[in-house]
């Protein structure tokens, strides 16, 4: 393969892997004093009812900008948080300030009563045996009910270390809070592990989604997702609508809920009960974006 390359491209591409790791490391020495610095903050996508057009509930996505660095996406610092183990008090500020943002909009009387926060998980939390404590105390901090707080988990996350995510989540759901299976699809768990976890909702991964009226193949993947959430009693939701002819089939084959930049984009705070009160408003059928 390198002896293919014109000469010197070899060393071109060393200096860039030196550049990417210079980052990598840049990105790991600064992650744990960035969100005291307030260089962290959470947007908020919502999830909507296909029936209503209603707001079902607010996913939490979290947001690093990089004093040097610019904007840095989750799915690169989340993984290195993880590896040093920064991602537990990281995890717990996120959920503290999305209840935080969500005890807020509760006090104004635009944002529905029944919507719902969502918070994303990652596998080192799920594997702490003081997460569920955090939770708790977290909830009752900011006078949150347990059922109102629905927390993803990934297929992959949770066949990591089974026993342990499924000791979790059991003590989890117990305490009333809901479990939702994110990016379903895209793991390899076998139907018959699926059916040992004690979920609510299954979010079926956006690619399966991107292939909604496709083809009729592609149409009918999804259509059996659909098929094997209702078996297991699961309510779903289609991540990744984009398209209103996505949304349209979605809804035809009667998909609980939808989200995706078709619908709305993740929102500031400050911005979310504004957005619920006119998807509550009486043209109650989800409107796509233009
Ligand atoms: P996820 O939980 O599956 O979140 C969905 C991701 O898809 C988000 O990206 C969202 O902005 C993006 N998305 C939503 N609708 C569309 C669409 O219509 N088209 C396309 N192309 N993308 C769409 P984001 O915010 O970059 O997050 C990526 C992943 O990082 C998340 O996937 C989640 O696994 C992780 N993540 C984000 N925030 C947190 C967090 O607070 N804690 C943990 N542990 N993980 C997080
Ligand atoms: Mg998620
Ligand atoms: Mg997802
Ligand atoms: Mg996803």
Not at 85 to 110: K, M, S, T, V
Not at 154 to 173: I, Q
Request: aromatic share 6%.
């Amino acid at each position: 393969e390198a002896k293919r390359r014109a000469p010197g491209t070899l060393r071109v591409f060393d200096a860039e892997m030196r550049e990417e790791e210079r980052l990598r490391m840049q990105v790991a020495a600064d992650l744990p004093r960035a969100a005291e610095r307030a260089e962290m903050r959470l947007v908020y996508q919502p999830i909507v009812r296909t029936r209503s057009g209603g707001t079902e509930s607010l996913e939490a996505l979290v947001r690093w900008d990089h004093p040097e660095l610019g904007s840095i996406p989750p799915d690169r610092f989340i993984p290195l948080a993880e590896a040093s183990g920064q991602i537990i008090p990281l995890g717990a500020w996120i959920l503290d300030r999305a209840l935080e943002a969500y005890a807020g909009w509760r006090r104004d009387p635009r944002f529905p009563r029944d919507a719902a926060l969502s918070v994303n998980l990652s596998r080192r939390q799920l594997a702490d045996p003081g997460f569920c404590r955090t939770a708790s105390t977290l909830l009752a901090k900011h006078g949150v009910p347990a059922s109102r707080l629905h927390l993803e988990v990934t297929e992959r996350e949770v066949m990591d270390e089974p026993e342990a995510a499924l000791r979790t989540l059991a003590k989890l759901r117990a305490g009333g809070i809901r479990i939702d299976l994110d990016d379903f699809g895209t793991g390899q768990s076998s139907l018959a592990a699926l059916h040992r976890f004690p979920l609510d909702v299954l979010k079926i991964d956006r690619a399966f989604v991107s292939g909604l009226g496709v083809d009729a193949t592609r149409t009918a993947v999804f259509r059996g997702v659909l098929d094997l959430a209702r078996t297991l009693r699961l309510e779903v939701v289609a991540e990744g609508i984009e398209t209103p002819l996505q949304l349209e089939i979605a809804t035809s084959l009667r998909c609980d809920f939808v989200q995706g930049f078709g619908l709305s984009r993740p929102l500031r705070p400050e911005d979310v009960p504004a957005f619920c009160h006119a998807a509550a408003g009486g043209l109650n059928r989800p409107r796509l974006a233009a």
